[in-house]
């Protein structure tokens, strides 16, 4: 069956018009890679045991400050602290009698959040900064005798108890307090995976990527200043020196900033259109000795088990694959700093040492193993570490190895920062074991009148306002080396 249709007379065919089709340009992220030797332990710039290079770039980037770290090209190795202009209006001692410093902020400088940057956070990280254990040279802010404000909290009023040069240096990398004084942790472990927002010109998208090593800044839209150029800045684990040097080669990475002797280096070199330098991380590994302790409640036997430790072979562990070639070999100043030179008495040696810790009782007793007795009971040394950072849980466990075989009983204890540098130091609980030392990174290039009060001055009365330094001026600190980077 075949159906037809027909139509008579139909209509003028209906001009055809092809409307433009919508052009779009697509548009790509401009993004940078940076390798680094990982995410590091945590995100609070002020804790001893967040200390990485990881953490400085990051805080640079995320958190405000109201001054900031600058080269003097003038003079070579001195650091000006220039204000940041996206923070501060204003900035200076308004009275000698009390000493006061008077901060005028930006009425538009904000958290990435909405909530104001103002007088709140100022004294919120003054008061963790005097009340929270294993914080970083806290000598300055224990100085402040109190801190108001005025124009809704854009005016931030600081009165001090003594006059203080390097009030400069305070408040650096400010902290939403809005968030973190009621949040699970609190400071001392609020940050210890991410920075839930921003006060500068990046903030940390999604999660931190621990198994890939792997952290991802974008731009912050919301920054009221002069935004940064790049949409994204990429920190990646740059993995073996032969993953790095193809990393590189390939263009899957444009910056690394890393760890690494003159073989990687060499190797990096060699490629065309890299450049590589040597620059010091402004921080320190430091070993100390806990002064609290029966154990090295004598200073002969402190000094006996310093002694017993190599230090160029601790300080070639910390620095990775080489001999550091700045090791730091001063109480207080770094070897960074225009006026270092090297203050460290000799090394005694193990002979030596046996010889002090024979004067204190303890006797050899041939093995195997050696033991060092007195009384019937071996000389013990629990080292303590912060979690999470490999390379002092290295340092910690070679010293340990070291004293071991000497005839100490030497172990290592890994514990939380707010465990560590709270109870573990003070007497231990029934939950946290007392430790005799702690291996642990120490901020360096700092002012040095500050760094010398903090460490070796003696803190107010309170049990939280311990830190390792400050314990038992008296108490010989050990090895320590700045870790130079490629």
Known sequence: MAVASCAANPPPPVPRTDSPKPSFTPTTKESVVVAVDGVGAGFNPHLLADQSPTLVAVSQLVLPSPFRPASDPARPGVTNWVPDSSVLVSAEVTTQ??????????????????????????RYLWQQ???????????????????????????????MKSPYPAWRELFSDLLPSHLIKDSIGGFARALADNIPVSGSRFHIKGSVDRGRGEILLERNDRF?????????????????????????????????????GGATRDELAAIPGVRTGIAQQPRELQLILNGRTAELA??????????????????????GDTVPRYPAQALVLSPSDPAYRPTEPPRL???????????????????????????????????GVPENDLNVVAV???????????????????LPAAQLYGPALVGGSSATPQVDAVVTWMQAGSDPATVLASRFGCAPASPAASDPGAAHPTSPSAPSTAAPTT
Do not use: C
Not at 298 to 319: F, S, T
């Open 97 to 122: 009698q009390p000493f006061t410093v008077t901060y005028t902020l930006r009425d538009d400088a904000q958290w990435s959040d909405g909530a104001p940057i103002a007088a709140e956070d100022f």
């Open 349 to 383: 040696g193990p002979d030596a040492g046996y010889r002090l810790l024979s004067d204190a009782g303890f006797r050899r007793e041939q093995g195997p193993p050696l033991r060092l007795m007195r009384n019937g009971t071996q000389l013990r040394l629990r080292i």
């Open 396 to 414: 910690a466990s070679t010293a340990a190895d070291q004293l071991r075989g000497a005839g100490v009983n030497a172990s290592v204890v890994t």
């Open 224 to 260: 009221w200043a002069t935004p940064a150029r790049p949409d994204q800045i990429r920190l990646r684990r740059g993995g073996t020196s032969s993953q790095l040097a193809e990393s590189m080669r390939s263009g899957d990475t444009q910056v690394a900033n890393v760890h690494g």
């Open 298 to 319: 004598a200073p002969g036997v402190r000094q006996g088990v310093l002694a017993l430790l190599n230090q160029q072979l601790l300080a070639v562990v910390a620095a």
């Open 129 to 159: 900064m005097i009340t929270q254990p294993g914080v970083i040279d806290p000598a300055g802010y224990r100085l402040i005798a109190d801190i108001s404000n005025s124009g809704g909290g854009k005016t931030v009023v600081v009165t």
